[in-house]
T-cell receptor
Framework: DVKVTQSSRYLVKRTGEKVFLECVQD?????MFWYRQDPGLGLRLIYF???????EKGDIPEGYSVSREKKERFSLILESASTNQTSMYLC?????????????FGDGTRLSIL | QKEVEQDPGPLSVPEGAIVSLNCTYS??????FMWYRQYSRKGPELLMY????GNKEDGRFTAQVDKSSKYISLFIRDSQPSDSATYLC????????????FGSGTQLTVLP
């Protein structure tokens, strides 16, 4: 089974802090994704990566950056956290650079910015 | 208009009922269809994955795709309280597996 592990289930940070969310997958997947999920807005794609050191913006990249130094690890960075970034953050991975394989999700990090 | 429409519910059924969950979509280029189950405070879990039209069955779950009507369904037979969750449909075009389009999710409660 695919395992996508997010380092924290719950996180509380303060406005203006730099926040790191970590995600690791154990299935040698090429593609990795970061989403946020908010009531009434569903899942929205922040960034994705299809290879080490490669990244592409999703639908809502403002205020976020990402890092992929190793194939199995994809980090989401909130450069200067703001209260409107309080949300559930979901990491996902999928196989193949242009394949037709589904995404597999981690259990999420519920982030609160005070 | 959203590319994928899904009734958010909530939907409540008695244990043992047959549940029907549905999504409609507008983009005829979608060819790959998924259903995810999401329990409260957990991430979405892949439940069913189908290509193009037709049916796929896995235990108590059946996924159905009607491309002519741009309509997909998930049927749950003999529903159990453990099936209580939010169900999300998702789909993508061939070669664009990176870019899923999700429905908004249907919240299901199965009452014992």
């Amino acid at each position: 089974d695919v395992k996508v592990t997010q380092s924290s289930r719950y996180l509380v940070k303060r406005t203006g802090e730099k926040v790191f969310l970590e995600c690791v997958q154990d299935m040698d997947h090429e593609n990795m994704f970061w989403y946020r999920q908010d009531p009434g807005l569903g899942l929205r794609l922040i960034y994705f990566s299809y290879d080490v050191k490669m990244k592409e913006k999703g639908d809502i990249p403002e205020g976020y950056s990402v890092s992929r130094e190793k194939k199995e690890r994809f980090s989401l960075i909130l450069e200067s956290a703001s209260t409107n970034q309080t949300s559930m953050y979901l990491c996902a991975s999928s196989l193949g650079p242009r394949g037709n394989q589904p995404q597999h999700f981690g259990d999420g990090t519920r982030l609160s910015i005070l | 208009q959203k590319e994928v429409e899904q009734d958010p519910g909530p939907l409540s059924v008695p244990e043992g009922a047959i549940v029907s969950l549905n999504c409609t979509y507008s983009n005829s280029a979608f060819q790959y269809f998924m259903w995810y189950r999401q329990y409260s405070r957990k991430g979405p879990e892949l439940l069913m994955y189908t290509y193009s039209g037709g049916n796929k069955e896995d235990g108590r779950f059946t996924a159905q795709v009607d491309k002519s009507s741009k309509y997909i369904s998930l049927f749950i037979r003999d529903s159990q309280p453990s099936d209580s969750a939010t169900y999300l449909c998702a789909m993508f075009r061939a070669g664009s597996a990176r870019q899923l389009t999700f429905g908004s999710g249907t919240q299901l409660t199965v009452l014992p």
